[in-house]
């Protein structure tokens, strides 16, 4: 599986547009890109899937490089109930491997 | 449309009884997961049915844990005995497909052992 990597935490002020990047240098042909949120004491939620290239969704887009080894999320105008952990997944075996993720605090 | 339910939303027990979490998926999604996030780590996978067989339990910690799925429908993980490394907040997920599209997560057990 390949590993990923993203930072730890990032702070940002609400109405900024917030991009976190995922780095996945061993990523696989099969493998897809998924981005989950998770707020506290909820599990995880989907929030977006790309393959390559860019996706949007009503809320977020993905970016992904010709080259597939590194992705980012990209949060429009973000608010104060953004504040969560978002975690980069990588792979494309029917289960979910969870990193550390990136622990995102919107500042008023 | 109701989402993934899990029971209970917590759980304290001491060391050496037996406790039994309850997943209740989306209506109509063969593909049920068990995933664990124990004090201080990442969230782990357990297992995986597809309707009621197991589709992968690689992930399963030890023959404590019996996950079991009559029927395809809700799903029950039985830990026996608990051990006090088991603390930790059991997640439940389904999807229609195979994960790599969207799976959605109940909002978990919080399991304590003492």
């Known amino acids: 599986l390949a590993k990923t990597t993203q930072p730890i935490s990032m702070d940002s002020y609400e109405g900024q547009e917030v991009n976190i990047t995922c780095s996945h240098n061993n990523i696989a042909t099969n493998d897809y890109i998924t981005w989950y949120q998770q707020f506290p004491s909820q599990g995880p939620r989907f929030i977006i899937q790309g393959y390559k290239t860019k996706v949007t969704n009503e809320v977020a887009s993905l970016f992904i490089p010709a080259d597939r080894k590194s992705s980012t999320l990209s949060l429009p105008r973000v608010s104060l109930s953004d504040t969560a952990v978002y975690y980069c997944?990588?792979?494309?075996?029917?289960?979910?491997?969870f990193g550390t993720g990136t622990r995102l605090t919107i500042i008023p | 449309e109701a989402g993934v339910t899990q029971f209970p939303s917590h759980s304290v027990i001491e060391k050496g009884q037996t406790v039994t979490l309850r997943c209740d998926p989306i209506?109509?999604?063969?593909?049920l997961y068990w995933y664990r996030r124990v004090m201080g780590k990442e969230i782990k996978f357990l297992l995986h049915?597809?309707?009621?067989?197991?589709?992968?339990e690689s992930g399963m910690p030890n023959n404590r844990f019996l996950a079991e799925r009559t029927g395809g429908t809700y799903s029950t993980l039985k830990v026996q005995p608990a051990e006090l490394e088991d603390s930790g907040v059991y997640f439940c997920?389904?999807?229609?497909?195979?994960?790599?599209?969207?799976?959605?997560f109940g909002q978990g057990t919080r399991l304590t052992v003492v």
């Open positions: 997920a389904s999807s229609q497909e195979p994960v790599y599209t969207e799976a959605f």
């Open positions: 049915f597809v309707k009621e067989s197991k589709q992968d």
């Open positions: 209506s109509g999604h063969d593909n």
């Open positions: 997944l990588v792979g494309d075996r029917e289960k979910l491997t």
